[in-house]
């Protein structure tokens, strides 16, 4: 791997961050607040949030067997996606290698920071070698996006392939496990210290069922971890999030039994769709959704727009010609699905 040093971009490596009120005065037990302008009426809410989420990072870090020092939380993953292109892409110069297809936000963060994005197609089994993602970086190379499992295929990419990838490459790995919840397979978290070059993505938005608050994970190393926190917004996780996130983390066994409830129902749904003549396939998946193969993509996603039932038409995306991308629901959700699906005239 190339030092972190060299692929960071050099403005950055030397920015001194802002230092904001809260940040400034340190371990002592303070009671009275005059230095953020802040109103002092309507508690708790008048106060700045902790800029570096450190109640919330401890949770998590135990939770998942990282230390704090590991980690960055974000509005959305979608910061983090950002954050890593401001970090380490000199626009117009640098680019980024990424599966195709995959998770739409990698290419728009690229679009907006101005950093070329090379896309290299997967197999018909929705799989990619390393070599030939390897083959398609050059000297100006930062970062290769991996989404595993991967959106919108929904399937796991090949461990080996993920190992060899992060081995072999110079520059950085983005390993988005946005759904690692509904897979058998393990998390990259258990190996994060060994992989200086890795940068592992998860969220709270899908097992635990909290999208609205926006809250986005990032794990690696201290040092990429002090430069995202370097140029992130000081307050960029807002405090009913952080509490609502502690809230939630609380509530782990009914995250299991809602993450177990899904897959049961995942099969169901799934043996329901094959009976269905307008279903021609539906591909292997480790996510809370399914990649589906039907007779006409379009016809049938207006159709159910019509009926007020919203699915992702996936016709124009690579390898994806005539796919929906269908979340797994409710049992009563599904059966509308399904039947709606049923009396569907060809
Ligand atoms: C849903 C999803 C996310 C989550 O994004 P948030 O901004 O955290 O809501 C991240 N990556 C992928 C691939 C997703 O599908």
């Not at 089994?125 to 930062?142: E, G, I, M, P, V």
Request: hydrophobic fraction near 40%.
């Amino acid at each position: 791997m190339k030092t972190l040093r060299e692929l960071t971009r050099p403005n950055i490596w030397n920015l001194k961050p802002y230092s904001c009120a809260r940040n400034e005065y340190d371990g002592v037990d303070a009671s009275v607040f005059l230095d953020a302008n802040e109103n002092p009426y309507n508690n708790p809410i008048n106060r700045y949030p902790d800029p570096l989420q450190k109640e919330l990072k401890e949770r998590i870090a135990a939770y998942k067997d990282v230390s704090p020092e590991q980690i960055f939380l974000g509005n959305g993953s979608d910061e983090a996606i950002d954050l890593v292109y401001r970090a380490f892409c000199e626009p117009g110069i640098d680019n980024v290698v990424a599966i195709d297809p995959t998770y739409g936000m990698y290419q728009v963060a690229a679009d907006i920071n101005n950093v070329e994005y090379r896309k290299v197609l997967l197999d018909s089994n929705y799989q990619f070698s390393a070599q030939h993602l390897l083959d398609a970086a050059d000297d100006r190379t930062k970062m290769i996006f991996i989404c595993s499992p991967n959106n919108p295929t929904g399937n796991e990419m090949d461990g080996r392939e993920i190992l060899k990838l992060i081995e072999q490459f110079d520059g950085i790995v983005i390993l988005d496990e946005a759904y690692n919840d509904f897979s058998l397979r393990p998390s990259m978290l258990a190996s994060l210290s060994d992989y200086s070059n890795l940068i592992v993505l998860q969220t709270f938005s899908k097992a635990w069922a909290g999208a609205a608050i926006r809250l986005g994970m990032a794990f690696a190393s201290p040092e990429i971890i002090e430069i995202l926190t370097k140029i992130k917004y000081p307050y960029n996780v807002n405090l009913l999030t952080q509490q609502k996130a502690l809230e939630i983390l609380d509530r782990k066994e009914e995250q299991k039994e809602w993450v177990a409830s899904i897959l049961k129902e995942r099969e169901n749904l799934a043996d329901a769709l094959l009976q269905l003549p307008v279903v021609e396939k539906i591909y292997p998946t480790d996510a809370n959704f399914f990649l589906v193969k039907v007779i006409d993509a379009d016809r049938i996603y207006k159709y159910l727009v019509a009926k007020g039932i919203i699915v992702r038409n996936r016709n124009t995306v690579s390898l994806c010609g005539n796919c929906l991308r269908i979340t797994v629901g409710t049992p009563a959700e599904n059966q509308t699905l399904v039947g709606a699906l049923k009396v569907f005239q060809l």
